[in-house]
């Protein structure tokens, strides 16, 4: 298993230098770079070809990989809307994702299907997320960039055998779970996804959850919550898992070193084949 860290869990203020050189400090091997919409970051739509080959470099100056590039901006654009034009966004979207993870060499794109709501019936997300994904696919195989679909708080693909027909629905080699654990545990249990999904696994983020607070307040960084590391840990290794484990953790507001520090270092106790 591979270590690595997505770059939320830093203070958004922080450039690529400081971003990819901390995180060599602290002893991660890759990053998960994310594609916002403010103007100034990182990656964002408007990202050129040169400007990723100079994100590129600089990671790879500190011998940092970047694995894999997320977004935030599927919740407003999502792939199941009823609004077509917002459905090709979420299209666009995930296709700028695979055009950059290609450039900079990044294994995985992480894609959040869509969502269930109140205009958005189950089974019309269904189909509208396998129909975008099956689309999306062919980018992806041209590319050979894997995406990765996550389990979140969206009402929709609820549990790992749904997940795992979802997945087998798409046909594709290159289209699997990106697995999150602390989302999942407030109507699952972790070692049974990982069971189910192992031969699926794109890449793994962890966060914490506390079940007394059951809801979006109840994500909390690394062993302030409820999961139970040793045993997901145990579960990856036994069914073979060998790819990416990365925290996807807000930044500490007064002390994101120290956090980062901590971490690191509960990383490196529950994952002890971690490199």
């Not at 929709?156 to 779970?177: H, K, Q, T, W």
Request: proline residues 4%; negative net charge; charged residues 25%.
């Amino acid at each position: 298993m591979k270590k690595g860290i997505n770059a939320w869990c830093f203070p958004e203020d922080w450039d690529a230098e400081k971003l990819f050189r901390t995180a060599k400090e602290l002893g991660f091997r890759g990053m998960e770079l994310n594609v916002e919409e403010k103007e100034g970051s990182i990656f964002t739509l408007d990202t050129t070809e040169e400007e990723i080959r100079r994100v590129t470099e600089t990671a790879s100056k500190y011998g940092i990989e970047i694995f894999s590039i997320s977004t935030a901006m599927l919740w407003k654009c999502p792939l199941t809307s009823e609004n077509r034009d917002t459905r090709q966004k979420g299209i666009d979207i995930v296709e700028k994702m695979v055009e950059i993870a290609s450039q900079c060499r990044a294994e995985t794109v992480l894609v959040v299907p869509g969502l269930v709501t109140e205009d958005v019936s189950y089974d019309a997300a269904y189909k509208r997320a396998i129909e975008a994904i099956k689309r999306l696919s062919e980018s992806a195989e041209e590319k050979k960039v894997t995406i990765g679909i996550e389990n979140v708080w969206n009402k929709f693909l609820l549990s790992p055998m749904e997940m795992r027909g979802f997945i087998e629905a798409i046909d594709s080699p290159l289209v699997g779970v990106y697995l999150d654990i602390g989302n999942l545990v407030h109507s699952g249990y972790p070692e049974q996804w990982i069971h189910l999904l192992s031969d699926q696994l794109a890449s793994v983020h962890i966060k914490d959850f506390k079940g007394t607070v059951g809801n979006i307040d109840g994500f909390v960084p690394l062993l302030a919550g409820d999961i139970d590391w040793m045993n997901v840990a145990e579960a990856l290794k036994t069914n073979g898992y060998s790819g990416y484990i990365a925290p996807e953790i807000p930044p500490h507001p007064h002390h994101p070193e120290v956090l980062l520090k901590a971490t690191s270092e509960i990383m490196d106790h529950f994952f002890h084949s971690i490199s």
